[in-house]
């Protein structure tokens, strides 16, 4: 994943306007018009200019800061909105956006689990108590089920015992975690295990081998 912020000379708590300057300035200097026949050059004002598309939009700024931090390349922005059961909608459902497009291999568990702790915190679920939107909640709920099946299945409890505050003795929604929970150990057991059937396979394999070449 490419370092934007790097790309640009900025830091990451960087504001629209520094930017902004900040890409002008590159982007005069490595401008193919200034560095003809130099592939170098125009190879590093292309990543300048993709650079500076993200950032400079706050929805795709926002979604490349979460899949940034998701990676371990730097600490969470945080944005000062007011907290709103719509507002933890579209942060659950563009969390699940971004995950979609992600190597789950190259993606950090425990800053996945911290994200989706920091979205179920106290606070935020006391906002979510207050204003009891069944319908925000069950989509939060959803959302999150789906973010959590990129996760281990120990890192699970916290966030379980969480979703079900928010679920609020609902039979669905109560179900779905359940059931989500239930499905994520059980695929835990089957890839502890795994190895082991594949060993005593190979193992079989190998002894059959060994005998049929024997008795030939």
């Known amino acids: 994943m490419k370092d934007y912020y790097k790309i640009l000379g900025?830091?990451?708590?960087?504001?629209?306007?520094?930017?902004?300057?900040?890409?002008?300035?590159?982007a005069f200097?490595?401008?193919?018009?200034?560095?003809?026949?130099?592939?170098?050059?125009?190879?590093?004002?292309?990543e300048i200019q993709e650079a500076y598309s993200t950032l400079a939009d706050s929805t795709k700024r926002r979604r490349y800061d979460?899949?940034?931090?998701?990676?371990?390349?730097?600490?969470?922005?945080?944005?000062?909105e007011a907290v709103t059961p719509g507002w933890l909608v579209n942060i659950c459902r563009q969390l699940t956006a971004s995950l979609a497009k992600m190597d789950t291999h190259r993606m950090s568990q425990k800053a996945l689990e911290a994200y989706i702790l920091l979205i179920?915190?106290?606070?935020?679920?006391?906002?979510?108590e207050q204003a009891a939107d069944k319908e925000a909640n069950n989509i939060i709920v959803n959302e999150l089920i789906k973010a959590t099946e990129r996760l281990h299945a120990n890192h699970l409890e916290e966030i379980?015992?969480?979703?079900?505050?928010?679920?609020?003795?609902?039979?669905?929604?109560?179900?779905?975690?359940?059931?989500?929970?239930?499905?994520?150990?059980?695929?835990?057991?089957?890839d502890k295990i795994l190895p082991y059937i594949i060993g005593i396979i190979t193992l079989a394999l190998c002894l059959?081998?060994?005998?049929?070449?024997?008795w030939k």
């Open 10 to 26: 900025v830091t990451p708590s960087a504001s629209a306007a520094e930017i902004k300057k900040a890409y002008r300035a590159l």
């Open 29 to 46: 200097k490595y401008h193919p018009d200034k560095n003809p026949e130099n592939s170098l050059s125009e190879a590093h004002f292309k």
């Open 66 to 80: 979460d899949e940034r931090w998701l990676m371990g390349m730097g600490a969470k922005t945080q944005y000062k």
């Open 120 to 128: 179920l915190s106290d606070s935020h679920l006391g906002v979510l």
């Open 160 to 190: 379980e015992q969480r979703l079900i505050i928010i679920a609020n003795g609902d039979v669905d929604m109560l179900q779905a975690i359940d059931e989500h929970v239930e499905a994520r150990v059980r695929e835990a057991r089957r």
């Open 208 to 214: 059959a081998m060994y005998f049929y070449a024997g």
